[in-house]
């Protein structure tokens, strides 16, 4: 149990155009999903936090009009990168916290996507 | 959440023990510790997590001191598929719920 699943694996895309990343709990429902991105040889840096029908929270230095995310039901999160640069171009990772939350146990705990590798030219 | 210290890498024979230790010396009570890893180009995958008693579940084996101040992650016959990054993470399991990564470890399993 516990699998969440990111589409597409990989994109390629121009500068200047708009990338949607979809992140799916497949056996669970996720009141809260988390999104990262990864650039090489460095760790995961999260860029938000994203709650099933509300508006998600950035973190510092993360342009929410750049990436936008959208929680529209309990099994699945979207991320899309407008107007993409090459400096967009990283390792996008998605994570789900699993409902109803428990305390100290694993259904607090969150599960991570395979990631989506962006890369813009 | 309380910052951890870990060796930057670490290289272990294939069929020992790794060892992998992480220090987090301002922990406070409510804090639990976490370990991920990372296998190159994928998502990170949970491993254990432990608040003050020794766990063990079918991947590996976490010791946290009796101080809290410190743990060590135990892959008792490390393959090479065990060959990743390993995050050690400490943070309260309620309230803000986000995972924050430091740098981790690159472990190597050598044949």
């Known amino acids: 149990g516990a699998v969440v699943s990111q589409h597409p694996s990989w994109v390629i895309c121009k500068s200047g155009t708009s990338v949607k990343i979809e992140c799916r709990s497949l056996d669970f429902q996720a009141t809260t999903m988390f999104w990262y991105r990864q650039f090489p040889k460095q760790s995961l840096m999260l860029m938000a936090t994203?709650?099933?029908?509300?508006?998600?929270?950035?973190e510092q230095g993360v342009e929410k009009d750049k990436f936008l995310i959208n929680h529209a039901s309990l099994t699945l999160s979207t991320l899309t990168v407008t107007s993409a640069h090459p400096e967009d171009s990283s390792f996008y990772i998605c994570?789900?916290?699993?409902?109803?939350?428990?305390?100290?146990?694993?259904?607090?705990?969150?599960?991570f996507g395979p990631g989506t590798r962006l890369t813009v030219l | 959440d309380a910052k951890t210290t870990q060796p930057p890498s670490m290289d272990c024979a294939e069929g020992r023990a790794a060892n992998l230790p992480c220090n987090h010396s301002t922990i406070s009570g409510n804090e639990y510790v976490y370990w991920y890893r990372q296998i190159h180009s994928q998502g990170p995958q949970y491993i254990i997590h432990g608040l003050k008693n020794n766990e063990t579940n079918e991947m590996a084996s976490l010791i946290i001191t009796e101080d809290r101040k410190s743990s060590t992650l135990i892959l008792p016959h490390a393959t090479l598929r065990d060959t990743a990054v390993y995050y050690c993470i400490v943070r309260v399991a309620q309230g803000a719920q986000k995972l924050v990564f430091g740098q981790g470890t690159r472990l190597t399993i050598n044949p």
């Open positions: 994570s789900a916290r699993q409902f109803p939350v428990a305390s100290g146990g694993l259904y607090n705990e969150q599960f």
């Open positions: 994203s709650n099933e029908g509300s508006k998600a929270t950035y």
